[in-house]
């Protein structure tokens, strides 16, 4: 799909969601974890037109032709560079512990596990833990603020937003002088990850028409359990119920 295709097709869905935006009732457009709703569903949609255009059918045919082991190595490839960046937030947080874990994921499934293709420190003991900057912020006190839906990258929040863009940063792929490959290998974890998605996607269908809060409430509940490192008192349990 050309530029212009899909920056048509981000217009038509714009005035076809404008358009709609009088039907939401009032509690929606109050909720406090989505202030701008109206502009999150535009986006939201040109994101899940683009992906049911162009991305998924990728991604299908990336899991009809791709065996289940290279799957596997291309995901803990891309996995174990994103160790680097939970490394670091781990030592932010002052988790020394988590810190020398990452540490050493990244040493032993880059040697040992051949450029981290094999995830052999999880078989040692070494489990991942994935934090990055948004959970260091949050578990610093930072409230993850309003809701965002960003174009292509989907689902953020004013907290978690400058994360993402360290992420970029941090990400040893960001430093390659070869351009190309660089923009090969980020196009190839792009369909590696949304072809991951496509069996809770099947699930999702089944749990809500409303795509929109169905995912939204999903990404909200999943990062206050990530920022909370799965400890939740009632209070938040029922912050969660409440959304």
Not at 98 to 118: E, H, K, M, Y
Not at 123 to 144: F, P, R, S, V
Not at 211 to 223: D, G, I, P, S, V
């Amino acid at each position: 799909m050309s530029i212009k295709r899909i920056i048509a097709l981000f217009f038509v869905v714009s005035a076809i969601n404008l358009s709609g935006c009088a039907s939401y009732n009032q509690a929606n457009s109050l909720d406090p974890n989505d202030p701008i709703q109206g502009v999150n569903r535009t986006v939201f949609a040109f994101n899940d037109a683009v992906d049911q255009v162009l991305f998924k059918p990728i991604a299908m045919g990336y899991n009809a032709i791709v065996p289940q082991p290279i799957d596997t190595a291309v995901t803990n490839f891309f996995s174990n560079l994103q160790d680097i960046d939970s490394s670091v937030n781990n030592l932010f947080q002052g988790k020394f512990d988590l810190f020398a874990n990452d540490l050493g994921r990244v040493a032993i499934n880059s040697t040992i596990g051949i450029g981290g293709l094999i995830d052999v420190a999880s078989e040692m003991g070494l489990q991942k833990t994935g934090e990055d900057l948004g959970q260091t912020l949050g578990y610093h006190g930072i409230n993850a603020g309003p809701y965002l839906v960003l174009p292509l990258l989907g689902s953020n929040s004013t907290r978690d937003l400058p994360g993402t863009i360290v992420s970029m940063i941090i990400n040893p792929l960001a430093w390659l002088d070869d351009i190309s490959l660089r923009n090969q290998l980020v196009g190839v974890n792009a369909v590696d990850t949304r072809s991951d998605l496509i069996s809770k996607e099947e699930i999702a269908k089944e749990i809500s028409d409303d795509k929109y809060t169905l995912y939204k409430n999903a990404y909200l509940e999943e990062r206050a359990f990530k920022v909370n490192d799965g400890q939740m008192d009632e209070s938040d349990l029922q912050d969660l119920a409440d959304n």
